[in-house]
């Protein structure tokens, strides 16, 4: 179950732009990865201390770092100091409590939203939440852990493929954006596929445990909801931004991410209200299997009572009761009996009881 | 059952741009036709190779270009180049998961939405994707599989009736609107008999097979909501264009289809409303059916477990018990069970519980 | 019950603008009537064919000529091509499932609308679609049937009460509007009375026919919501139209109507809520009257349970039973009964079960 | 319970302006007082006949005409007239249905509101129609009935306190509204405690009134914010209009009595949603009640259901039966049925059924 | 439980700007704390009159004064007079029932807002209105109690730590509303622990205290929505604001306080949906458990209702009963009794009953 806040009252009354890192401390050691190239050629290297990346930003090639581990306060600060980040934007990016939002500056645009990621093995969403801070012919990005999507982009990078490395730093944020908005579809087709094996044996054979999964299934949809939603805004904001660092060639890119936010959101929405009407065929499933098992087992009793109660009737102890006397007397008992039975089931049949 | 998801996520990672049919793959051939038209004369042929079609484009006449089959990414690719097309709007043309949408870009506007169309026998609603590019005295139109509802517009170029072979290539793109937004009426029509008949019998004989029916009837209205909603503001904004590509005269007309598809929508809408009212009547109908049971047989039970007590004290074994020895005592007995019994009856009516 | 949808879909693929009668042919024959006046003097009479109209159009006075029938849509033609109506209008006309909407055009104002009737015997709806053209000193009204409430308006021009005859047409046309929309409360009225009357005996005396009332009363109001929401938007653009067509002195009487329409809608809004809030009482009511039901009856049994097994214990044949042997013993029996009776019957009333 | 309409049909068809009392005639005679003050002096007295108050119009004091009782159509045309008022103003003054709203004209701004008092003995709302017009130096008010809540601004400008008698005519108009928002509180508070005092007994003991009571409840505030919701945006045109009839300073005044009515608003909805969480915990008391009562009966039964099964096989007359014979078998029979009876015990109490 | 009213209505009627005091009196004597200081020196001291503070208002130093108490009206009264402020503010800031909100004035911004504190130890959430004057180089605060959340902000000031001491008024007041919205963090940590909490123990062991539990929590949730929904528009329009009184580097502090405030309702409504998941879940799993206890009853009662038939049948006192007289016949019922039993518990088996 993911969990829907940390600690971060912890910060309440700190002094605005201490950093203080909220979240599990994932790794040992910040790994600090850089990407330089331009059209004609490429560097890709980690580095082991964050001063070496700041040479590469006065170049005129486009620098991408790659920041995993957010414990380390001091790189942070000092990247922040670097290149003249807003003491507000470090502690966002520490704080991993946030709020996908974009925030434009003059220098910079600050891009902060959750990638989710889904482990095969067991099934469970992983998010993690990714800043980036996109400048005039860089990006920075920082991640919670050692680890992400973003192989691909690294690859097309490396290898020239398509447009990347002949376009400048706001390409590259959105190819990053890009994929972590396609790696939504992954999760999305993961719910699907939860929601659909899950609907099959509802209505013939409705299970306690179905409602427990539909309930952590909700749960987890409230958590990815909570995730997207408020991306549409923030990337729609980046595409109708004003800011030079778009470039207008760059816009439609942008534009094809918010469409995809936009079908992603549309899917959560329609898997809400698939969930919401599961619950209540569960229910009525539920209701109907009872209701089955009460009228067959009422009606058995039934049929029994006004039985008994003829056979208590001829085991009283009365001296004078003529009907013992008679020597068919029991026979004609179990005639009435079985008419008696035959008369009620027949009742019961009329009225589609059974 | 429509699905809600495709197998999409397989393009994660992918450059932008790159054209990955995702869709079932409909046709094993791509079938292109051309209808080249102006007032006086008209063409009607089917093309075995897409450049065929190329030289119609540079004429004064309007040429609508349909490709059947979206599977053969070489085609679209030509398509592209020749037409100027941008690399994105021609992923989206073969992604079929695309939500209704319309782009305008400087030289064409790129319109996307589904063609719903009922297959008479089952019932079934089926769907596809249908795309246009229109360009300044063309249309190219994108759809999955071979046959369509394009019939009548093909009809009326044929014989030259109405306004549409005098007007240009933005009336033929009204007129292909047109005609997919006449036919969902169709598939609501069906649904609206569909509700009808289940509503029928549902208070007096409510059948779980009902609830299942609804509940169907419902993720179709969900899948049908959303074919349609961003139907609305995508025509809209093409209503509202300032591309020079639409005539003002044709406005009135999209003005019509965006009339109609808020009819649509209203239709939906209200539908909506009247299934889950049936929900909660099938409900209320399923319990009080069995009240009525349990309440007879738990009364007939009622009445006899008194009776049975009786006969059971006259049935103890005590040496000493004075109604037994008594001549009348075994028609006492009688005449008090008939008593009792007749007093219950009384009492449950006056009680209006029978 | 009012029906949701018409057949509409025959029209799909139709050359856009062919005039295609949609709705039930109500009229034998169609009726014109023409008002012709201004403060002076006025002429009100029925003309046998349409062209007879057509000189008074361009006379100074107002003219007001009124079609009761929609199916003779060559009539509807002529009209169209007198009066220089675009052909989608006059598709609008005789297409009687139109959403209340206004229209603007150069020369006219289209206003189409539902006028909704009571009848007075049955107590049913009934709805009739009612189109206006509203020129620069004309209105042409049209209606599916013959019959209607204007009566009061003509009543008015004809005795040159108020300020009808000294106005131009758009205030005739707003006279049209304000009688529809004041109908619209007779309608009300009748459901707010048909509302108490249910819910008068819902608490103490829930009937399974009030469920289907209630579902009814939901299905109509689903329909009225319909037909009036639209309103809200449309008289409301009229309002504020531009138009030339619409006096400065004339707006105020339309914001009085859209000021009515508001508190249609809200008492709309009001029912709706008050009738949801019935369905709740009605099934909790059902509810209560069941438990009560069953607690009474499962109380009955659970006392005479433990006394017939008492009296089951008496009635086994063992040899050596010695409370059998003693003279008080059946007494006694009947003591203990009566005591475990009485003692589970005080336990109940304690636990307040009774 | 307040009635959501009243036969305000009788009016369709009328000549717009008609004016026809809608409402209970409350008052026999109409009662007419005026104040009229400046800074230095105040009159404040009861008038005969309306004329009478017209030669104070023209003066530079502030005059603020009190009209109680509508239905004396006679004298409202008259004031109509003298002080320009347009007909369709006077129509919706004498028609007591009207929603809360602001209309402005160019002379005067019309204001209607519902003024509700607690009738403290019987605890019922009171609801009655107040309309203002506000001009340049007057106030007409319009009542219903004789008797209102606006002593203390009659006692403020009788004593002079405060703002009042230096302020215009605007001011006087907002100390009446912020005198009837005011009042809305003590609607609310009661509201509250009747919610409090229902809530108290709902878990612990769950009666069939207190479900009727909350539907009552419901409806009273379902008419509370029909009358109070419009006049947000009502208060909030006033605040924010053009008109020159409004200084400047009163503004501030007006947006005080706008906070209010926020407040009201959301106090509304937060009982709201306390009503609505009330029926649920309402149900679910009522039917975690009957499921305990059911569950002791059910297990009392059921736990007796073996053993009188047990005394019934030895009350069978079977010539062989060797338990009977067995001098010590009636006893072990008692022992069997305890130890059953215990074992049963026993196991509802380890699945926590008891 | 927090109330959702207090007795305001007791000032309906009194003269606008009467400051009377709404809410409890928390505090025996008014305590009048001073901050006053510039980027060099501080002064920290309480101060015994109010009139004291006055002359460090024309000082070119920041002073900040902060009043704990509010029922002495005229302290208040005189800090009106002397900062100019509006009669309608103060009585806002005596009246402690008002709505979060940001009031701008021409020399001064009025902020209200909530104080939630956590009370550790009953871990009940504690509410307090807090006011702010913010005006050219001083802030006035106004709180109901002794004791706040501010301490860290006197200690920043102390040892002029951050930019706090370096900057204006502006930032002061954002220093405190920052640690105001961080503080409701701490609440809904509170919250989260509690709905996991009660989660855990739902499904398999419901209890009916688990939804009185739930209720309140509704209830507190209700509460904390109120106090924070309006405080998003409040703070925006803080940020927004064209008053001088805001520098331009500080509204970048309070967007980061807005957000902090939308992660706020964000979690809030998250929770809300948690929450009414959770009332199904609870409602849902005791009608589970409910039916297993009424299944396994049943099934025992139905398989005894049959035998103890069989049991009546020989317990009859016929003469002619040639059964009876079977040396085998006692053995052979027993043989009958157990095949039956075993055949039902099959059934029920095989039907999944079991």
Redesign the interface.
């Known amino acids: 179950m993911p969990?829907?806040?940390k600690?971060?009252?912890s910060?309440?009354?700190?002094?605005?732009?201490t950093l203080t890192h909220v979240g599990k401390k994932k790794v040992a050691k910040v790994r600090i990865t850089l990407n330089d190239y331009d059209e004609k050629q490429i560097q890709q290297k980690e580095m082991k201390r964050i001063e070496d990346c700041f040479p590469f930003k006065d170049k005129p090639t486009v620098t991408w770092v790659n920041i995993d581990g957010l414990h380390d306060t001091e790189t942070i600060e000092k990247i922040g100091k670097h290149f003249g980040i807003?003491p507000?934007v470090l502690?966002?990016i520490v704080n991993t409590?946030?709020?996908p939002?974009v925030?434009e500056f003059d220098d910079y645009i600050f891009i902060v939203l959750k990638m989710l990621s889904l482990n095969e093995k067991s099934g469970e969403t992983h998010s993690e939440q990714v800043s980036m801070i996109l400048g005039k012919n860089y990006v920075v990005s920082f991640q919670e852990a050692i680890g992400d999507?973003f192989?691909?982009?690294r690859k097309?990078l490396a290898e020239g493929?398509?447009?990347?490395r002949k376009s400048g730093s706001d390409y590259l944020a959105y190819?990053l954006l890009?994929?972590i908005v396609?790696?939504y579809?992954?999760i999305?087709?993961n719910f699907?596929e939860k929601i659909e094996s899950i609907e099959e044996g509802l209505?013939d054979?409705p299970k306690?445990e179905s409602?427990?999964t539909i309930?952590s299934l909700?749960?987890e949809m409230?958590f990815l909801r909570?995730s997207v939603w408020p991306l549409r805004e923030a990337i729609s904001s980046l595409e109708r931004s004003e800011s030079g660092l778009i470039e207008k060639k760059t816009r439609?890119?942008l534009?094809?991410v918010y469409?995809h936010t936009?079908?992603v959101i549309?899917?959560i929405e329609?898997?809400r209200?698939?969930v919401s009407?599961m619950?209540?065929?569960y229910?009525?499933s539920?209701?109907?299997k009872?209701?089955q098992?009460?009228?067959v087992?009422?009606?058995?009793?039934?049929i029994?009572?006004?039985?008994?109660?003829i056979?208590?009737?001829?085991?009283?102890?009365?001296?004078?009761?003529p009907?013992?006397?008679?020597?068919?007397?029991?026979f004609m008992?179990w005639g009435v009996m079985i008419a008696i039975g035959l008369v009620m089931l027949a009742y019961f049949r009329r009225?589609?009881?059974l």
């Open positions: 969990r829907f806040y600690k971060v009252s910060k309440a009354g700190q002094t605005p732009g807003h507000l502690e966002d409590e946030q709020r939002k925030d999507i192989d691909p982009v097309r493929k398509g447009k990347i190819a890009d994929i396609d790696n579809f992954k999305l087709e699907g209505v054979n306690s409602l427990q309930h909700k749960r409230i909570r439609i890119y534009r094809d469409d936009i079908q549309d899917t329609t898997f209200d698939m009407g619950v209540d065929l229910l009525s539920v209701s109907n009872m209701n098992v009460m009228k087992l009422t009606i058995i009793a039934t029994f009572i006004p039985l008994t109660f056979a208590g009737i001829y085991g009283m102890n009365f001296d004078v009761m009907e013992l006397r008679w020597s068919f007397g029991y008992v009225k589609e009881w």
